[in-house]
């Protein structure tokens, strides 16, 4: 026996199980058998092939040992023969069946028997069927629909599964790679189990072994594991195949319609409580107007008498102070009277910075930035200078020890993809001031609740938390729309949208439809960004421009990203994420991967602000969010087009 062939005799051993015993001469016995027997080990790499597979083959295999059989043959993974030697090995039981292999051109009987060493593959050619009558009506329908079901597996957006009796995933759809960052060959093969959220097991289950009994659609909802780790809900429609013995299972990611319904009852619960708070500041003024106008009264009775007449002031003053607490009420509930008029932005900043000098304090650096051409708005001005040094008082309250405050201007359009995200907006032309400050920034509990009224993380006695609630019912009764950016550590940014006034109709009627064509373009771009609806939007935006587009949800994502796929043309990534790499520490790693990439940043954060926190990667633009398909489109052609 040549080395060759106690090579692979001795590589055949390892292939069965430890139980079986080779006769001596079991190479001879092997090679002439008429079967073609492969064996494999537990990486499906090929260790053992005889000589009649081989000519069954119609190649050399010798050539292919010690590789993977899926690779060195281009099996694709949803091929019938792949997938069923997967769920065997996975089950531990023997398969027989037979069918026509594209790999040998020819129906073949097949068996697979799996050992803790690998898997043997048995397999004999058999005469093809006979030959095909001409098709029918009907079957041309069949073969159609068949073709149309392929198609919508590969292209849909809703997560399609193929899952056997016991819980494998046998076929899993492309669209699994966006809704939970696994690639389908990471899925197939693998139990359901190891990917359902555990505390929706039980519900996965009861569902699955309802459909097996009542042979009818079943309708659930559970959460799948994202590769990230984060849960991801999806709404499910399953089936049972009784001739297939296969779940068929349909899930429509629910992620951005969760965010949208949390959305729509904060708004409502903010509407109920505003009309309970405006009814009860309505009832009091009624109260303290009596109080005021008796104080009033007796205080001109007891002007003479020193024992009661300062008591009758510390009742009025109290009772003054009440009316002003009732109009902070009224002003959440937007039932406050306004005074509005035409304004310019620019001139209200500018009264307001005056005035918060001695409010902020010397340990406080207020920085303006005013927009040139700002759009003109309709306001109560008193009201909007209010809001201004009320939101900067906040940012003094941040910045115990001091800090950045920086207010600027700038016209904003908030398009329909903005509002989809945002459920109480307008689309529309805006006028926005931003206040932005380097302050401890707010955790996602507190933000979620920052508007309630006599909400407050401030100690008893130091704040009434009607500030920013006030804001938020002035701002909505005005018709705009108020934004609270804000990371721990990293400060808050909070802007005032108020809607644009026609001045004429000539400055309305600039086009903002569809991109033009020569901002379209086919490069590949990944986008880095940890908020997912946001990196859906610009992911669907790119992706609709032409460009290859691919995701990752921070730092190190990106980071493996770029160190396996192929060619990246732009980085475009937010400045602030998590996990312990900014989007600058990104960008100067990756550029060690790849020299001279370019790039592009995105934050809620103003250039301003950003470039206070120190210097920024040179020749880096910076797009500020919420950002429109025209800005995006304007700005990654910019940057592509860019000189290195």
């Not at 919508?152 to 494998?168: E, M, Q, Y």
């Not at 009758?312 to 509005?340: H, N, S, Y």
């Not at 009627?509 to 991109?515: K, L, R």
């Not at 995105?602 to 120190?614: A, D, N, P, V």
Request: hydrophobic share 40%; aromatic share 8%.
């Amino acid at each position: 026996m040549d080395n060759r062939l106690a090579d692979r005799t001795g590589a055949m051993r390892g292939a069965f199980p430890a139980s079986y015993v080779q006769p001596p001469d079991a190479e001879s016995i092997l090679a002439g058998i008429a079967d073609g027997i492969i064996a494999l080990d537990n990486d499906w790499r090929l260790v053992y092939a005889n000589q009649a597979a081989t000519r069954i083959w119609g190649r050399d295999l010798t050539m292919f040992m010690g590789m993977s059989i899926h690779d060195a043959l281009g099996i694709a993974e949803d091929n019938k023969f792949r997938l069923a030697y997967v769920a065997s090995k996975h089950n531990g039981e023997a398969i027989v069946f037979s069918g026509y292999s594209e790999i040998f051109a020819a129906w073949v009987d097949v068996r697979g028997y799996p050992h803790a060493d690998g898997y043997v593959i048995l397999f004999r050619p058999i005469p093809p069927e006979p030959p095909i009558a001409p098709r029918t009506e009907n079957e041309r329908e069949r073969e159609t629909a068949r073709s149309i079901n392929q198609r919508i597996f590969d292209t849909s957006l809703d997560l399609i599964l193929v899952v056997d009796r016991h819980g494998i995933f046998l076929r899993v759809s492309p669209s699994a790679w966006a809704i939970l960052g696994y690639r389908p060959e990471e899925i197939v093969g693998r139990n359901a189990k190891e990917f359902v959220f555990p505390d929706d097991l039980g519900t996965t289950r009861d569902n699955m072994r309802g459909a097996r009994r009542g042979r009818t659609p079943r309708n659930f909802e559970c959460r799948y594991v994202h590769k990230n780790g984060h849960p991801v809900q999806l709404a499910w429609t399953g089936i049972w195949s009784e001739p297939d013995q296969q779940y068929f299972f349909i899930g429509r990611d629910m992620t951005e319609r969760v965010a949208l319904e949390a959305q729509l009852r904060q708004a409502q619960k903010m509407e109920a409580v505003g009309q309970l708070t405006g009814g009860v500041a309505h009832d009091f003024n009624n109260i303290l107007t009596v109080i005021i106008g008796m104080t009033e009264l007796l205080s001109d009775e007891l002007a003479q008498n020193e024992a009661l007449s300062p008591i009758v002031a510390a009742i009025d003053e109290a009772a003054t102070r009440g009316a002003q607490l009732t109009q902070r009420m009224l002003a959440f509930a937007r039932k406050q009277p306004l005074q509005a008029r035409e304004l310019d932005l620019n001139e209200v900043v500018s009264r307001s910075v005056k005035l918060l000098d001695r409010i902020l304090g010397e340990h406080i650096a207020v920085k303006t930035v005013l927009a040139d051409g700002l759009w003109r708005t309709l306001a109560d001005p008193s009201q909007l200078e209010d809001t201004i040094l009320n939101l900067a008082v906040n940012a003094r309250d941040a910045m115990p020890n001091g800090g950045q405050l920086i207010i600027e201007t700038a016209n904003a359009v908030l398009d329909e993809d903005y509002a989809a995200h945002n459920v109480e907006v307008m689309p529309g032309e805006y006028a926005a001031v931003s206040l932005t400050d380097s302050g401890t920034g707010m955790p996602a509990d507190v933000l979620e609740r920052v508007f309630e009224p006599f909400f407050t993380t401030k100690e008893v006695g130091q704040g009434t938390g009607l500030g920013l609630s006030m804001v938020y019912g002035f701002v909505k009764q005005s018709r705009g729309h108020v934004k609270i950016y804000s990371e721990i550590g990293h400060g808050t940014r909070i802007t005032v949208y108020l809607p644009r006034v026609v001045v004429a109709q000539r400055e309305t009627e600039t086009s903002t439809g569809a991109v033009r064509s020569n901002l379209t373009g086919h490069e590949a771009i990944l986008v880095v960004e940890d908020s997912n609806a946001v990196r859906r939007v610009a992911v669907n935006i790119l992706r609709g421009l032409g460009y290859q587009v691919s995701e990752a949800p921070d730092g190190p994502s990106a980071l493996a990203l770029l160190e396996k796929s192929g060619h990246i043309d732009l980085l475009f990534s937010d400045l602030i994420m998590p996990n312990g790499m900014d989007g600058q520490d990104l960008l100067r790693r990756a550029r060690t991967l790849r020299p001279g990439l370019k790039a592009l940043f995105t934050s809620g954060y103003s250039e301003q602000f950003i470039k206070s926190r120190g210097p920024t990667e040179a020749g880096v633009p910076l797009l500020s969010k919420p950002y429109r398909t025209q800005k995006l489109a304007e700005a990654v052609r910019s940057a592509l087009e860019a000189r290195p």
